[in-house]
């Protein structure tokens, strides 16, 4: 089936332990994203890209490292877990055509840090 | 920058029954795009409708309406008829520029729904 797909489903770290969340698209979108969600929060955009190639940050960056190798995929890495990076991570992408179409989101992942 | 606001934590609405999830923002943007996602208790992230900031017209989506009101810089989404499904988390999120400029979104922190028999 055509969409997003994240993995792992569920990750348990120690603190200091890097580790890369997947995120793949079937598409051919140009924007993707990463978003971590923690209760109460909302949706924080973490860091974002409009092509292979090219990436920005977004609001909350900070222990995270991301890079767009080819359309399909943008991997989110993790170097060094710390216990505030306890999340749900989602990854979402769209097509540079209208907005209307909305963005896809990925199932998540589910990331405890110990 | 761009925020999102939405002030009510949580709603109760009876089955069959039409709700109202509000929803302000704030930006410099003269161009945007407002959406709502809608999260089940299964944690999938769903696309609902969306609004851009030149239309018109409110859209529509089946049961969902967004009641788009630009110059008090609020988005509502109205829910009609309301079902034991439509129980979820409702996020209300923008994202600046429309067409190819809209590179990621904002989002408020939600309201939780809870739709009662």
């Known amino acids: 089936n055509a969409g997003v797909t994240q993995t792992p489903k569920f990750q348990v770290l120690k603190t200091g332990q890097s580790m890369t969340l997947q995120c793949a698209q079937d598409?051919?979108?140009?924007?993707m994203s990463w978003y971590r969600q923690d209760p109460g929060m909302g949706l924080r955009l973490i860091h974002y890209?409009?092509?292979?190639?090219?990436?920005d940050q977004g609001e909350v960056p900070n222990g995270y490292n991301v890079s767009r190798s080819t359309t399909e995929d943008f991997p989110l890495r993790l170097l060094s877990a710390a216990p505030s990076q306890t999340s749900v991570y989602f990854c979402?992408?769209?097509?540079?055509?209208?907005?209307?179409?909305?963005?896809?989101f990925g199932s998540g992942t589910r990331l405890t840090v110990v | 920058a761009q925020k999102i606001t939405q002030t009510q934590p949580g709603m109760f609405v009876q089955e069959k029954e039409a709700v109202t999830l509000d929803c302000t923002y704030d930006?410099?943007?003269?161009?945007?795009?407002l959406f709502w996602y809608k999260q089940p208790s299964s944690g999938e992230m769903i696309f609902l409708i969306y609004?851009?900031?030149?239309?018109?017209q409110n859209a529509t989506e089946g049961r969902y309406s967004l009641n788009f009101q630009k110059a008090r810089k609020s988005a509502n989404l109205v829910i009609s008829a309301s079902q034991l499904g439509d129980s979820a988390m409702y996020f209300c999120?923008?994202?600046?520029?429309?067409?190819?400029?809209?590179?990621?979104?904002?989002f408020g922190k939600g309201t939780s729904l809870l739709v009662t028999p």
């Open positions: 598409m051919n979108h140009e924007y």
């Open positions: 999120a923008m994202t600046p520029g429309v067409s190819n400029s809209g590179y990621a979104l904002n």
């Open positions: 930006t410099s943007d003269q161009s945007y795009g």
């Open positions: 979402a992408s769209r097509a540079t055509r209208a907005l209307s179409y909305g963005y896809t």
């Open positions: 890209s409009v092509g292979a190639g090219i990436t």
């Open positions: 609004q851009g900031s030149y239309d018109e």
